[in-house]
Each structure stands twice: as structure tokens, then as C-alpha cells.
């Protein structure tokens, strides 16, 4: 009964890794810099703005409230990743962006799940200031950091976006899943006067070859503003989230024979965190440090499970609004408290949290940007739920901007005051991923 016992067992751990031979994946990555005359989307600061306020006299086809673009600094890429076992089928996409509106999702979502080849479509954005704008139809992104939507470079954008997704389902190839963490701490730091107070944690997972020699690609989860090249210039440029990928994957195609993987960079918890070293110098010193620490742990990644649940609640929103007295303003010394509310047409009410369970991974998405106490906070309902590898995916798959504390919307600040849902909004997400984890479904 024992040897049958011992039998059974050693039959079910074998199936358990026998499984990856099912498994398959497959990664590009396709550039999809719109053309020099587009603006930058990012932030609508004056010295983005059009100097004679809009294009009067439709001197520049695609750009009417900001000043078109004048370059490529380095260009801006859709990068996928498509994970398929026998069951289900996932796609994670990172965009070099500074943010995926829920229109944006629904749009690409209804369509990839059109041909019934995807079950879960996750797409985030690296938050590079230096990307794209005209790609929001929302009036309030539109005056606030994106400029006029242009159908043009609107099509072209979702045609880059669909490419890249061709491309990694041309790449589909039997794989094994890998994941490490490690910190790093020098290239980034708290820029609300908490020094110090920033998630150092990085994670990697990597899809590789079955004998592990070759990485395919993967995803690196990491806090960090995309501001090495600030918010001002009218180059495009993926900023430091592009050198982080560059340099991830020159080290890994130096384990992989020269042959190049496509790494996502999946932002965390960044909202009150930005990069710390600035300029072109900037983006390849953050870089390289970060490679540097991730070769550490290049040969102690540890083997999961290519398996994955994915769950998901839609919740709904406190109203948008800008506090006038958040954003600076006052009367005599007091702050004004007024509400100047935004219609759920610019803004929609309804946001989705998506857990997904990779492996022993659990991966919690915020649409926005939560800061480094949001994070914490549903990375603790998680462990306390029994979890031990918690990832963070912010701006993933919509965004309600900053995703604050009642203490730091109090506190004001671009983040408090850029805080569309109020002082409540990231509780109610919180609550969300709460109540997901708890529910046994
Ligand atoms: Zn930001």
C-alpha cells in the first residue's frame, strides 16, 4: 500500500512537471512611434503647450494645443507577451505610454478576444512622459496631457499595438516559466519629502526554452516615474523604463546566444516615486545598475507553474472632481475646499481590479497610479490572505490617475490633486482586492 502510495505520488509530482511541455510561449516587440509632428503625451505643462494656444490656421496635421513633436530620441515600442497551456490563454502587453484609458483597454480587449484566441488580455503602460499624445478622445486628457485626438495616429497606434500581438503568436514556442526578485534602490526615490519611502523590490519572470538556455522574454515589475527626460522636451523617448528593458535584454541575450528576448516593463507602485538620475546619461546609468543587480539572480530563478487564474471586479467610483484647494488654491490661508466635478463621460465611474494567480505569483493591478502606502496596503491584504509573492501592476488596464491615501490627497501635491476620484478612490479599490481574495470563487 505504501509503494502504491509512493507510487501514486511520484506519478502526480511527474505530471505536475511534465505539464510545461504544453506550455508555450512567445514574445516581440513592434515600434510604434507615431510620426515627428505628433505631440508628446505625458504632461501639458506651458513648455508643451502651443504658444499661440491652438493651431489656428492648421499649420501642423496632427498636434492643436501642444507643440508638435520634433524627434525620436528612442523610439516607442508595443511589446507582447503571450502565455498559452492547454487550458487558457493570456496576453500581457506593455505599451511605452503614459497611461491605458479604460477606452483604450475596452477597445483592444473587444478586439483580441474577437478571434476567441485569448481568455485574459492585460495591457499596461511603462507612464514614459515622452510618448505619444491625440490618442484620448476623453476632453480631459485631451487639454490636460494629450493633446486633440487624431483618428490617424490613432489607427496607426492600435495597428502597432495588434502587430506586436501577431508577431509573439509567430513566436509561440514550448517554454518553461522562471521568477526572481531582488532590490534596487539607487535609481529611483520618494519625491513627497518621505525620503527613503519607495518599493525597492523588482520582479522578474522570465520565459524561457525548456532546456532554460534561451529567454523568449518576460516581464520586469518595478516602481519608477518615467521622467529621466522630464517633461518638457519634444523628443520621443521610452525613457528610463526603455533603458531598463534595453539593458535586461542585452544581458539576457548574452545567456541566450546572441538571440534577443522582448522584456515588458510593468510599472508598480510609482505614484510618488520617481527616477533618480535625469537626461539621456540617466536612462542608460538606470539601466545598467538595474541589469546589473538583475544578473544576481539570473542563475537562482526559481522554476513555476505555467498555470494561471485570473479574477477580476468592476467597482464604482467616487465622481470625478479637481479640489481646488487640493490643487493649491487658496482664501486668506485656508485651502478652498470646491469641488469642480468632471462627467463620467471624461472620466468613467467604473474601474476593474484584476488579480492573477501565476504560478505561486499573485500579480494585483491598480488602473493608475497607486502610490508606494497603496501598494503596501494590497500587498498586506494579500499576505494576510496567505500570499508570499505579491506583484504590483500599476496603470494596467485603465486610468484613474493618481490612486492616493485620504492623508496624502490632504496633502495635496500634483499626486493629491491629480487624485480624480477623491480622497476615497484607492480605499474602494483596496476593498476590491480585498473582497477578491476572500471570495472562493
Ligand atoms: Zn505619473
Known amino acids: 500500500m505504501k509503494s502504491l502510495l509512493a507510487t501514486l505520488v511520484s506519478l502526480v509530482s511527474l505530471n505536475a512537471w511534465s505539464e510545461p511541455v504544453e506550455f508555450q510561449a512567445g514574445a516581440a516587440s513592434y515600434d510604434i512611434t507615431p510620426p515627428i509632428g505628433t505631440p508628446l503625451g ?101 487639454i490636460l496631457a494629450m493633446d486633440q485626438f487624431n483618428q490617424t495616429i490613432y489607427d496607426e497606434f492600435i495597428r502597432g499595438v495588434k502587430k506586436s500581438i501577431e508577431l509573439a503568436r509567430e513566436r509561440l514556442e514550448p517554454a518553461i516559466l522562471e521568477s526572481g526578485s531582488f532590490d534596487v534602490e539607487e535609481i529611483h526615490h520618494n519625491r513627497r519629502d518621505r525620503p527613503g519611502h519607495m518599493d ?17 522574454g518576460g516581464i520586469v515589475n518595478y516602481a519608477i516615474h518615467g521622467m529621466a527626460m522630464g517633461g518638457n522636451g519634444f523628443l520621443f523617448s521610452a525613457d528610463v ?75 464604482k467610483m467616487p465622481k470625478a472632481r479637481l479640489n481646488l484647494g487640493v490643487c493649491g488654491t487658496q482664501i486668506g490661508k485656508k485651502p478652498l475646499n470646491l469641488n469642480l466635478y468632471i462627467g463620467s463621460k471624461a472620466a468613467p465611474r467604473i474601474a476593474t481590479i484584476w488579480q492573477i494567480q501565476l504560478g505561486d505569483i499573485k500579480i494585483m493591478t491598480f488602473p493608475g497610479e497607486p502610490t508606494t502606502d497603496i501598494g503596501e496596503a494590497a500587498r498586506a491584504l494579500a499576505t494576510a490572505n496567505g500570499d508570499r509573492d505579491v506583484w504590483i501592476f500599476g496603470l494596467t488596464n485603465g486610468h484613474l490617475a493618481y490612486l492616493v491615501t485620504p492623508e496624502e490627497y490632504k496633502q495635496g501635491g500634483i499626486e493629491g490633486c491629480s487624485a480624480l476620484h477623491g480622497p476615497q478612490a484607492a480605499t474602494v479599490l483596496l476593498r476590491a482586492h480585498d473582497s477578491l481574495l476572500k471570495s472562493k470563487q
Open 241 to 315: 523604463s526603455g533603458g531598463i528593458e534595453r539593458h535586461l535584454e542585452a544581458l539576457l541575450s548574452g545567456t541566450s546566444g546572441g538571440l534577443k528576448p522582448t522584456m515588458l516593463f510593468v510599472n508598480g507602485a510609482e505614484g510618488d516615486v520617481t527616477t533618480s538620475f535625469g537626461g539621456t546619461e540617466g536612462i542608460e546609468k538606470s539601466g545598467k545598475i538595474f541589469a546589473s543587480k538583475a544578473s544576481g539572480i539570473l542563475s537562482v530563478m526559481k522554476r513555476i507553474q505555467p498555470e494561471w487564474k485570473v479574477r477580476k471586479l468592476a467597482v
Open 42 to 142: 505625458g504632461t501639458g505643462g506651458f513648455p508643451r503647450r502651443y504658444r499661440y494656444l491652438v493651431d489656428w490656421f492648421g499649420q501642423h496635421p496632427y498636434a492643436n494645443f501642444f507643440t508638435p513633436s520634433q524627434g525620436v530620441h528612442d523610439p516607442l515600442h508595443s511589446k507582447a507577451l503571450i502565455l498559452k497551456n492547454s487550458k487558457s490563454s493570456i496576453v500581457f502587453i506593455s505599451l511605452d505610454l503614459v497611461g491605458v484609458t479604460s477606452e483604450l483597454y475596452e477597445k483592444l480587449n473587444a478586439d483580441l478576444k474577437k478571434s476567441g484566441e485569448f481568455d485574459e488580455v492585460i495591457i499596461s503602460a511603462t507612464h514614459t512622459h515622452s510618448g505619444s499624445g491625440a490618442l484620448s478622445t476623453s476632453w480631459l486628457w485631451e
Open 200 to 216: 525597492n523590490r523588482a520582479n522578474l519572470l522570465l520565459a524561457k526554452t525548456p532546456d532554460g538556455k534561451r529567454t523568449i
